[in-house]
């Protein structure tokens, strides 16, 4: 299993760029999720979904779209990109929904600078 | 508001001795409490979890972590630190039921051979 991957490693984009960083899982989780990290902050949660078809907003929701079509993937959407949306991006799975004494499995991440 | 704690942004050890790594936690109910590891430039990595149980809990590559209700804490141990284990440990809770992962800020362990 090749686990969670997230494409591209490296971005750099213009303010007022949209883009899209994907996320792709292969252990058929059912969770998956998106996390900003920004230095002196740890990690916070931009969106999360418990399935294909079904995503809410986590801690830092604005300037971020998602959707959930299919069990494997998870993109997140940039709309419109601003100098505050420099960050290194983690996408995340785990095994099952609810309550989540699961682990989180996560990907190796995606630089963001935003100019 | 809920949140998570880890009052340390830097812990330095001499390799060999033991070291701690502190969180503590403002959750209500009786939430599942994580530690993840960062290396540089990777993704965070699964060390333990508590769930419920034994207090103490054990986990990868010789750490474990004490839970204590009482003072809302979960402090990463471990008797022997080596070089290897340098880097960035992140706790983290989940409420039981919930979906949302709120993760500390982080504390970086620096093991000086």
């Known amino acids: 299993n090749a686990g969670v991957t997230q494409t591209p490693k490296f971005q750099v984009l213009k303010t007022g760029q949209s883009m899209t960083l994907q996320c792709a899982q292969d252990?058929?989780?059912?969770?998956m999720s998106w996390y900003r990290q920004d230095p002196g902050m740890g990690l916070r949660l931009i969106h999360y979904s418990v399935g294909a078809g079904i995503t809410d907003q986590g801690e830092v929701p604005n300037g971020y779209n998602v959707s959930r079509s299919t069990t494997e993937d998870f993109p997140l959407r940039l709309l419109s990109a601003a100098p505050s949306q420099t960050s290194v991006y983690f996408c995340a799975s785990s095994p099952i929904p609810s309550g989540s004494r699961e682990t989180q499995y996560f990907g190796p991440g995606t630089r963001l600078l935003v100019l | 508001a809920q949140s998570v704690a880890q009052p340390e942004d830097q812990v330095n050890v001499a390799e060999g001795n033991p070291l701690t790594v502190k969180c503590t936690y403002s959750?209500?109910?009786?939430?599942?409490l994580f530690w993840y590891v960062q290396y540089p430039n990777r993704g965070l990595q699964f060390l333990l979890k508590?769930?419920?149980?034994?207090?103490l809990v054990k986990g990868s590559y010789g750490f474990e972590a004490e839970f204590n209700k009482s003072q809302t804490s979960f402090h990463l141990k471990k008797p022997s630190a080596l070089v290897s284990d340098s880097a960035l440990y992140f706790c983290?809770?989940?409420?039981?039921?919930?979906?949302?992962?709120?993760f500390g800020a982080g504390t970086r362990l620096f093991v000086k051979a």
């Open positions: 252990m058929n989780h059912e969770y």
């Open positions: 959750v209500s109910g009786n939430p599942y």
């Open positions: 983290a809770v989940i409420s039981r039921g919930g979906f949302k992962t709120i």
């Open positions: 508590y769930i419920t149980g034994d207090n």
